[in-house]
């Protein structure tokens, strides 16, 4: 099994910043893609950002040159950087990992607890 632990979610005033992590542990062979999605109330859950095991991201249009995703293998954990941050990203921000455990050769997708991110002066 694989537990995911996330932190760093709050209230921010618009133009602040805010750093989520996102630290798995358990029974890890190996951490392929690692993500974060948020979903807002009343709207569907939606890709924030991703990044490979070889460290090459992606991330959607509207977060572009504010959020910036990361990981540190050594630790099992992914970030997500939020910069100039808007009302409009307020939401439950959840992590997503695609892990192969140990003694296994199949891939599973995990999910974080969510972190509740506000943005409002």
């Known amino acids: 099994q694989v537990q995911l632990v996330e932190s760093g979610g709050g209230l921010v005033q618009p133009g602040g910043s805010l750093r989520l992590s996102c630290a798995a542990s358990?029974?890890?062979?190996?951490?392929?893609?690692m993500g974060w999605y948020r979903q807002a109330p009343g709207k569907q859950r939606e890709l924030v950002a991703r990044i490979t095991s070889g460290g090459s991201t992606n991330s959607v249009d509207s977060v572009k040159g504010r959020f910036t995703i990361s990981r540190d293998n050594a630790k099992n954990t992914v970030y997500l950087q939020m910069n100039s941050l808007k009302p409009e990203d307020t939401a439950v921000y959840y992590c997503n990992l695609r892990v192969q455990s140990i003694g296994s050769s199949w891939l599973y997708e995990y999910w974080g607890q969510g972190t509740q991110v506000t943005v409002s002066s």
């Open positions: 358990g029974s890890i062979f190996r951490i392929y893609d």
